[in-house]
């Protein structure tokens, strides 16, 4: 390998650093293109009514505001009341399933959501999901 700069590529490099031009920032553009109105709400402690009625206005809200993604933090439900119920379904009564299942039922709000899936590990995984609004008319 050369580690010889020829005299040419000296001056070339000098003219880019002394000029007053303005070069776009590919970086710049990436991470706007990639970016998205979100929202994030957490529910922890909300009782599964209270969670419904609100998540329904925040989604509403949203919608209006033009956010095209919603985060839900549920939790994972291992801590829920519900386990000290025998009478209480283990597996519907969190709001981990029960908050999803409201949302994607619900007549009015299905007309706004594009889909509804699993969250990532870093936005709380198993115990989130995530909302995509479609585009307000």
Do not use: C
Request: hydrophobic fraction near 30%; glycine fraction near 4%.
């Amino acid at each position: 390998m050369n580690n010889k700069i020829s005299d040419k590529d000296k001056k070339d490099w000098d003219d880019f650093l002394s000029s007053s031009e303005n070069l776009p920032d590919k970086d710049l553009k990436l991470i706007k293109k990639n970016s998205i109105k979100t929202k994030t709400y957490d529910l922890h402690g909300y009782s599964l009514d209270d969670a419904n009625l609100f998540i329904e206005k925040f989604i509403l809200k949203s919608y209006e505001q033009k956010v095209k993604k919603i985060v839900v933090i549920t939790g994972k439900g291992l801590r829920s009341k519900n386990y000290e119920d025998p009478f209480s379904s283990k597996d519907f009564s969190i709001l981990k399933n029960s908050v999803p299942n409201f949302v994607r039922n619900n007549e009015a709000l299905s007309k706004l959501i594009s889909k509804i899936e699993s969250a990532e590990i870093s936005d709380g995984g198993e115990g989130a999901f995530y909302i995509y609004l479609k585009n307000k008319l």
